[in-house]
């Protein structure tokens, strides 16, 4: 029967690009072995390797709790899995023996038992980026894909989330708060394009973090577990908390530093200062954006100066590898708008072309005049954009196939900015040949 190890030292072992367990620690042979598999076979407890599996996607280390099933007692894990050229290093950091439970499931791997959050044939579980871990066989079949291809891809890449009658996404409001969540409302992408209701449990790392969801997803005509209530404005009250106030300081204190308060101080630092204080403001903008409707306020602006404006909170991440930022000179172009949602779309736009560019490229950004509308064109040298992601990116949560940082809010809150404003954000791409975002903005 397998043990738990003797001092605190990790269990290691070593799984091959085929999944086979070839290398182990006694424990964990020991567990191989009571699975009815020895060294040198396919790994034969699931939990570890699906673990093993998505770090060999993702191409980067990966820690997740586990449960591992013995003859007489279950084990609960904490592993990480590490890959190293075709195989992937594992170390079980932690080993706490449990009393055998029917359901033999772990917080990440779906299959013969229950998870308590829902039928077993329609499971789901996620890290803590909302990335896809592991699919019940069942869930797969009625969503249309197989989990070779969607492991370690965005869970909303499955599932289109849907607001509730509070205009609020309780999965994603669960995901801020690290807690549990019931009543998501959700179309099915493919596959069936069902209404689904999903329902997850946070699961808990052993340092205390936020490790992802564990899931499941049922027909909105079944019964479901009532959604806890969520408190007015608390996404407000939480971006207050964990983004607001530290942005206020962080202004505070650099335009301290800006204005030398403090004392003399070189002029290229404060001039760094002044840059980080301006980003700052930009960010805080941001941030209330996501909480306000748009003001639809009207003013009459110079686009290209706001252009110039924007370009320049980018400048420096441009020149950290080389981009250039072709700025076409042109006179005053009026347009109709607010100058902070502008500047927003702007450094959204410019910051996206800057970041899907290779290192020495260039990014442009020219103007026309067309009609009653005004253009501000950002184009770049990047991998473009296929057809079948040119809209739904301008989904919230959505991001093209080809990206995989950040949470797919900037495109969906620029154009919802822009048409607050009377204007509209296009797109004109083809995959190998780079994009053109257009900003357009009624003429004054």
Known sequence: MAS???????????????????????????????????IGAELALPQIASIARLARKLGVPVSRPAIAAGTEQDYDLW???TPDGDDVNLAIERWVPVPARRSRLSALVPGDADLG???????WTTDEQLRVVSLSPELAAKLGVELG???????????????NDAGEMPMLVALAARTS???????????????LLLTGEGVIGPDGSFAGFKGSAEPDSAPAAAAPPVPAGMVDQMLDQALRSPLDRIIESADRIAERSDGPLRSDYAAYASDISAAARHLLSVIRSMGEEPSGARDRLNLAALATEAAGLLDK???SRDIRLALEPAGPLSVYGESRGIIQILVNLIGNAVRHSPDGSTVAISFE?????VQAHVTDNGPGIDSADQQRIFERFQRARTTKDGAGLGLAIARRLA?????????????GQGARFTLSLPAA
């Open 149 to 163: 291809d969607i492991l370690g891809e965005p869970l909303t890449k499955l599932f289109k989330l849907e607001e």
């Open 369 to 373: 005049v067309s009609g009653n509308q």
């Open 117 to 123: 959050v829902g039928p077993a044939a329609h499971q």
């Open 79 to 81: 592993v990480r899995a």
């Open 317 to 319: 991440e441009a020149q």
């Open 419 to 431: 048409r607050s404003m009377g204007g509209d954000i296009l797109l004109d791409s083809t995959p």
């Open 4 to 38: 738990a190890p003797s001092d605190p030292r990790p269990v290691l072992g070593r799984v091959d690009r085929n999944g086979r367990l070839v290398a182990a620690d006694p424990e964990l042979a020991a567990l191989q072995s009571e699975a009815g598999a020895g």
């Open 181 to 195: 969540f019931a009543g998501q409302r959700a179309h099915a992408r493919a596959g069936e394009k069902a209404l």
